[in-house]
Nanobody
Framework: VQLQASGGGLVQAGDSLRLSCALD????????TAWFRQAPGKEREFVAA???????STYYADSVTGRFIISRSNQQMFLQMSGLEPEDTATYFCAGKRGPALYSDPGRYEYWGQGTQVTVSS
């Protein structure tokens, strides 16, 4: 399974940005995918996850709840980010795993794409 994140950039605090993750055709209804981020010198941090079964249940980190929205369509996953803060500056990665259960532990995810850089200036 291959994943490719895109859409990062340099924005100002308060701006919005939409990240995309292209998924290959082997992402089936039994899979779930997620966004993680990693800032320099920090551990990889969970952002949001979505199931590809049924209506697509979602799960968010407290730090982004109400500001970020995860969604999916066809073979793409999205992260709509609003009200960006300098603390959101990081490299954002998309990840995937078999099974519909959603986890915040990066060790649960089997497949990882290359990241896309998001920089929020104050």
């Amino acid at each position: 399974v291959q994943l490719q994140a895109s859409g990062g950039g340099l924005v100002q605090a308060g701006d919005s940005l939409r990240l995309s993750c292209a998924l290959d055709g082997r992402i089936l209804a039994q899979y779930s995918t997620a966004w993680f981020r990693q800032a320099p010198g920090k551990e990889r941090e969970f952002v949001a996850a979505i199931s590809w079964s049924g209506s697509g249940s979602t799960y968010y980190a407290d730090s982004v709840t109400g500001r970020f929205i995860i969604s999916r369509s066809n073979q793409q996953m999205f992260l709509q980010m609003s009200g960006l803060e300098p603390e959101d500056t990081a490299t954002y990665f998309c990840a995937g795993k078999r099974g519909p259960a959603l986890y915040s532990d990066p060790g649960r995810y089997e497949y990882w794409g290359q990241g896309t850089q998001v920089t929020v200036s104050s």
